[in-house]
T-cell receptor, first 112, second 111 residues
């Protein structure tokens, strides 16, 4: 079982719809990142969370540490939101270093 | 700031050749990460530096891979000799304390 599970793997929506992408993890973490990767490859960090909720424009990210679960919401979705959204958790290794463990990503397509 | 700068953006080489990928982190960032992305395995950490010192290289696949960070503004990832299974997109990222900033990636194809 992967340490980070995202759902759904693929999501198709109509412009204007409310989108939710879920991320569950099975390890202790110090932070959780939501990343966006557009076709053509560049990766952008959307949020870094360790508790609660963050909002940036039409994007909202929440995290429940007790339940080891995070969600990324997109309100009033637009075709330019089409991308792969990747959840990554920051874990501290036994050696004291840190590493990001990535989910497989959710491919979002928003149709006009 | 120009962001994290990687070069080359694309490299096509033949099996057995040496490949060197380069990264310039954002000025002031003290952590630098090299990641590899493939269709099969997604994103994986290869190595991470803190204050130019390699902290965790457990993700480096084998001795053919090596990484250096001679100063705070430059890092290299070298593959020698390259193999077709090394074909992937290699990302460099840097940060100070919080958000990660990624470069555009170097797409490597080994024939």
């Amino acid at each position: 079982k992967n340490e980070v599970e995202q759902s759904p793997q693929n999501l198709t929506a109509q412009e204007g719809e409310f989108i939710t992408i879920n991320c569950s993890y099975s390890v202790g973490i110090s932070a959780l990142h939501w990343l966006q990767q557009h076709p053509g490859g560049g990766i952008v960090s959307l949020f870094m969370l360790s508790s609660g909720k963050k909002k940036h424009g039409r994007l909202i990210a929440t995290i429940n540490i007790q339940e080891k679960h995070s969600s990324l919401h997109i309100t009033a979705s637009h075709p330019r939101d089409s991308a792969v959204y990747i959840c990554a958790v920051r874990v501290i290794t036994q050696g004291g270093s840190e590493k990001l463990v990535f989910g497989k990503g959710t491919k979002l397509t928003v149709n006009p | 700031d120009a962001g994290v700068i990687q070069s080359p953006r694309h490299e096509v080489t033949e099996m057995g050749q040496e490949v060197t990928l380069r990264c310039k982190p954002i000025s002031g960032h003290n952590s630098l990460f090299w990641y590899r992305q493939t269709m099969m395995r997604g994103l994986e950490l290869l190595i991470y530096f803190n204050n130019n010192v390699p902290i965790d290289d457990s993700g480096m696949p084998e001795d053919r891979f090596s990484a250096k960070m001679p100063n705070a503004s430059f890092s290299t990832l070298k593959i020698q000799p390259s193999e077709p299974r090394d074909s992937a997109v290699y990302f460099c990222a840097s940060r100070y304390t919080g958000e990660l900033f990624f470069g555009e990636g170097s797409r490597l194809t080994v024939l």
